[in-house]
T-cell receptor, first 114, second 114 residues
């Protein structure tokens, strides 16, 4: 089954404790991206990657890091989480070079930082 | 700065009624307008999309109406059903060279009551 898999689904942590949210897709998509969803703000892009070893900032990159060492994986790293990073996070992928191909989203990771 | 404004924030419709969600954009460089549907506990999924060279697109009970001069577009759900209860995001995208910048609206939570 074609899918984007995120782990964990739920995560509660404390301020300053480094964490990683994993994202994997099995569709051989070149493009991958991370979004955060907050009430009243919709979906905002954190980082994206056009292909392996190619990443760039989205609209709200502060406090986050990403890496793209393999085509299928795109982990999101919070090196020193803060309470304002409490949010619902989504990883997405799509075909690259196929303009306007749809984004395929994972089922989300709900992060709480206390 | 919200480049895609979506309203209403929430909507309650009787079964069999018409649900209407409106969006407005500012940047005339946007050239593709998808709508995503999100059920609780799931990631958004593409529902229907339109290009600005057409004024309307219909897929089953779902119709996008597009007004290029007013920079507005809307989603109409005819004969709304309880199974349509979800959060709907409009979006606008633009890009070149395989990169697509997608900007999402703030979302509309639709509840269809029996």
């Amino acid at each position: 089954e074609a899918q984007v898999t995120q782990n964990p689904r739920y995560l509660i942590t404390v301020t300053g404790k480094k964490l990683t949210v994993t994202c994997s897709q099995n569709m051989n998509h070149e493009y991958m991206s991370w979004y955060r969803q907050d009430p009243g703000l919709g979906l905002r892009q954190i980082y994206y990657s056009m292909n392996v070893e190619v990443t760039d900032k989205g609209d709200v990159p502060e406090g986050y890091k990403v890496s793209r060492k393999e085509k299928r994986n795109f982990p999101l790293i919070l090196e020193s989480p803060s309470p304002n990073q409490t949010s619902l996070y989504f990883c997405a992928s799509r075909l690259g070079g196929s303009y306007n191909s749809p984004l395929h989203f994972g089922n989300g990771t709900r992060l709480t930082v206390t | 700065q919200q480049q895609v404004k979506q309203s209403p924030q929430s909507l309650i419709v009787q079964k069999g009624g018409i649900s209407i969600i409106n969006c407005a954009y500012e940047n005339t460089a946007f050239d593709y307008f998808p709508w995503y549907q999100q059920f609780p506990g799931k990631g958004p999924a593409l529902l229907i999309a339109i290009r600005p060279d057409v004024s309307e697109k219909k897929e089953g009970r779902f119709t996008i109406s597009f007004n290029k001069s007013a920079k507005q577009f809307s989603l109409h759900i005819m004969d709304s059903q309880p199974g349509d209860s979800a959060t709907y995001f409009c979006a606008a995208s633009m890009g070149s060279g395989g990169y697509q910048k997608v900007t999402f609206g703030t979302g509309t939570k639709l509840q269809v009551i029996p």
